[in-house]
């Protein structure tokens, strides 16, 4: 999905604690057809489990019409383990497994800035994956930096990236996060001034 510059006025940026990892596009690299390129050939993680959710989800759906209460227990056991998969992808982030991993970010719905600590040219893409640490999410896009720009401290760059292809579930995924993530902070901030 492209997004236009209309579209960049329309979505809220926040600033949020989420893993990062991401690897430049070489010249020649071909994307897989919904714009994301595998890290490697193999099995897809990402879409074994959301073919397994997918599953969960319509075991759900029948067994809801006969029990209410073993739905939601088994909704609420998805959505753990949904939970320990980004944790364990957070983990590797923190192991060196990935190129990158932040802290803090600003992200929105059109893309993300976050400091990393080498160089990148404008215009160069990139693949990325998002670990939304507090909603547990992760989310897949390819991405064109926009700009580089050195900080102060030694050795150490302010990335900013756009989003220019990305799955519409990852976009909806992304969306939901800022806006719950947007609604917690004004909540906090109202809360602070009563």
């Not at 489990?49 to 998805?78: F, G, R």
């Amino acid at each position: 999905m492209k997004m236009t510059n209309d579209d960049r006025r329309r979505f809220f940026r926040i600033t949020d604690a989420i893993g990062v990892s991401y690897a430049l596009i070489k010249d020649g690299q071909e994307n897989s057809e919904e714009g994301v390129a595998p890290v490697e050939k193999g099995v897809n993680v990402n879409q074994l489990l959301e073919s397994h959710n997918l599953a969960v989800q319509s075991a759900l759906d029948d067994l809801e019409s006969t029990s209410s209460v073993a739905a939601n227990a088994i909704a609420a056991l998805n959505k753990k383990l949904d939970i320990i998969v980004s944790l364990i992808g957070l983990d590797n982030l923190a192991a060196g497994m990935f190129k990158h991993s932040t802290q803090e970010a600003s992200i929105s719905a059109c893309g993300i800035a976050f400091p990393v600590d080498e160089s990148m040219s404008s215009d160069v893409k990139i693949n990325l994956t998002l670990f939304l640490e507090t909603s547990g999410e992760q989310v897949a896009a390819v991405g064109r930096v926009i700009d580089c720009q050195s900080l102060d401290e030694e050795g150490l760059y302010y990335l900013r990236v756009e989003f220019i292809e990305m799955k519409d579930n990852d976009r909806e995924k992304l969306i939901q996060h800022i806006m719950q993530r947007q609604g917690t902070l004004l909540r906090s901030l109202k809360e602070q001034f009563e």
